[in-house]
C-alpha cells in the first residue's frame, strides 16, 4: 500500500502530498563540523516518506510505518523540549521540528503525518535527520514558509539538540536537505556554504559500499562529549575560536605549543584530527576536481588510522571491515560517522564489489560477529517533494 494510502486508512482523508528526505554517508571529514571546518557527505538512496496534511486547529498527529506504537496526538502549543513524545520517543524528532519552526516564529498550526523511512537507524546513516528534514520540509511547503533548505536544516538540527536532547552537528541535516544527485556535497560550517562536488562512481566503474556493522557501543555517547570538549579546549590553548583556524602547515607548531602549554595528550590527539581530517577533505575535493576519483583511496585510509589512533572512536568490528576490505583490494576504506559502531565506507572496483563484500562478511563469521548489511552508496538527491 503506498504512503498516501496508508495516511487516508489511518487518518480517513487524503494526505495534501508525500515528501522525501534521505539519510547520509560521510566521505571524509568527521568530528569537524562543531569545529566549524569541512565535511564531504552525501545522500543515499535510503528516504524517511511522508505523507502530510496541514491542519488549522492546533493538533499535531504523527505516526510511523516502522513502529509499532499508535498515533501520538499532541497539541502544537504544549510542546516542550526534552519530554518523551509517543512510544519509544520516536515523535520527538517530527514534534521537535514543530516546535523549532514554532519557535522561530513561523506559525505552524497543526498537521497530520504519518511516515515511513527505509534509511537503517542507529547505523550512522542519519535515520533521524531523515525524519526532521523530511518533516520541515513538508510543512515549509504546506505553510508557505519559504525557507530555505539550508534554513530548514538548521531548524532541524535545533529540533535534534534542543528538543530531542542529542548534540549532533548541522552536516546531517545539511545533506539531508540539500544534496544533488550524482553529487557530495562540500559543506562549509562555518557559513554554511555549499558546493555540489560532481562524484559520478558508476562512470569510472568505482563503487562506495556501504557497511552497516550492525553494532553499537555504549561509550559513545559520553565520548563524543569529551571529544567536543577537548577540541574546544585545544582551541582556548591556541588561541583561535574554532580549531578549523588552524591551518595544516601550522599543525607542527599548533602541538608544540599545546605540549609547551601542558595541555592533556588528548587534546593534543584530537587536534591533530581535527585538523588534518579538514585538510584532507581538501584534499579529496582537490582529487576529485583533478577526475583522479582512485586518487581518494589513500586518503580515506589515512582518514581511518587518524579517526582510530588519535580521536579514538573506531572499534573492532570497524577495523575488521576497514582491513579486511584494505586486503581484499578494496581503494580505499574508513569508518565513518560518530563511531563505536555504525558504519564504513569502502571505496572498491565495481567488478571488486562482490569479492570485497564477501571478504568483509567471511571476517565477521570468523570472529563471531553479527553479519554486516552491505550496500552501494549512490550519490542521490536531497529533500524533495514527491506528489
Ligand atoms: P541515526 O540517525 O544514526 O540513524 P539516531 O539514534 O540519531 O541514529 O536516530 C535513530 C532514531 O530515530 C530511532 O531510535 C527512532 O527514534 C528515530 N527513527 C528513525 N527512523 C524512524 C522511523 N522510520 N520511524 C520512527 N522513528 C524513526
Ligand atoms: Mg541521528
Not at 35 to 60: C, I, K, M, Q, S
Not at 208 to 221: F, N
Not at 304 to 318: A, F, Q
Amino acid at each position: 500500500m503506498s504512503i498516501a494510502a496508508q495516511f487516508s486508512d489511518l487518518y480517513g482523508y487524503e494526505p495534501a502530498g508525500v515528501w522525501a528526505a534521505p539519510g547520509r554517508v560521510n566521505l571524509i571529514g568527521e568530528y569537524t563540523d562543531f569545529n566549524e571546518g569541512f565535511v564531504l557527505p552525501l545522500a543515499l538512496p535510503h528516504t524517511a516518506v511522508a505523507a502530510v496534511a496541514r491542519r488549522d486547529d492546533g493538533v499535531l498527529r504523527l505516526h510511523s510505518a516502522d513502529i509499532d506504537a499508535p498515533v501520538a496526538e499532541l497539541r502544537v502549543e504544549d510542546l516542550v523540549p526534552l519530554s518523551k513524545y509517543g512510544q519509544g520517543g520516536w515523535a520527538a524528532y517530527p514534534a521537535g521540528v514543530v516546535w523549532a519552526l514554532r519557535d522561530a516564529g513561523h506559525a505552524v498550526t497543526g498537521a497530520d503525518i504519518h511516515l515511513a523511512s527505509t534509511v537503517p537507524t542507529g547505523a550512522g546513516l542519519s535515520s533521524s535527520a531523515a525524519l526532521e528534514v523530511v518533516t520541515a520540509y513538508a510543512l515549509n511547503d504546506l505553510f508557505e514558509l519559504g525557507l530555505s533548505t539550508q534554513e530548514l536544516a538548521v531548524l532541524s538540527q535545533r529540533a535534534e539538540n534542543v528538543f530531542v536532547g542529542v548534540p549532533c552537528g548541522v552536516m546531517d541535516q545539511m545533506a539531508s536537505a540539500c544534496s544533488e544527485e550524482g553529487h557530495a556535497l562540500h559543506l562549509d560550517c562555518r557559513d554554511l556554504s555549499i558546493r555540489q562536488i560532481p562524484f559520478d562512481l558508476a562512470a569510472e566503474g568505482l563503487q562506495l559500499l556501504v557497511v552497516d556493522t550492525r553494532v553499537k557501543h555504549e561509550l559513545g555517547d559520553g565520548a563524543y562529549a569529551e571529544r567536543r570538549a577537548g577540541c574546544e579546549e585545544g582551541a582556548r590553548v591556541l588561541g583561535v575560536s574554532h580549531l578549523r583556524d588552524v591551518e595544516f602547515d601550522e599543525l607542527d607548531d599548533s602541538v608544540r605549543k599545546l605540549e609547551a602549554a601542558g595541555a592533556d595528550e588528548k587534546v593534543v590527539r584530537y587536534v591533530r584530527h581535527v585538523v588534518s581530517d579538514d585538510h584532507r577533505v581538501e584534499r579529496v575535493i582537490e582529487l576529485l576536481a583533478a577526475g583522479d576519483v582512485r586518487g581518494i583511496g589513500p586518503v580515506l585510509n589515512e582518514g581511518h588510522v587518524s579517526l582510530r589512533d588519535d580521536l579514538r572512536i573506531s572499534c573492532d568490528e570497524l577495523d575488521l571491515v576497514v582491513a579486511t576490505a584494505q586486503t581484499a583490494g578494496a581503494v580505499g576504506a574508513r569508518m565513518t560517522g560518530g563511531g563505536f559502531g555504525g558504519s564504513a565506507v569502502v571505496l572498491v572496483e565495481a567488478d571488486d564489489a562482490d569479492a570485497v563484500t564477501k571478504a568483509v562478511l567471511t571476517a565477521f563469521e570468523g570472529a563471531g560477529y553479527t553479519a554486516p548489511r552491505v550496500f552501494p552508496a549512490v550519490p542521490s538527491a536531497g529533500a524533495r517533494k514527491l506528489g
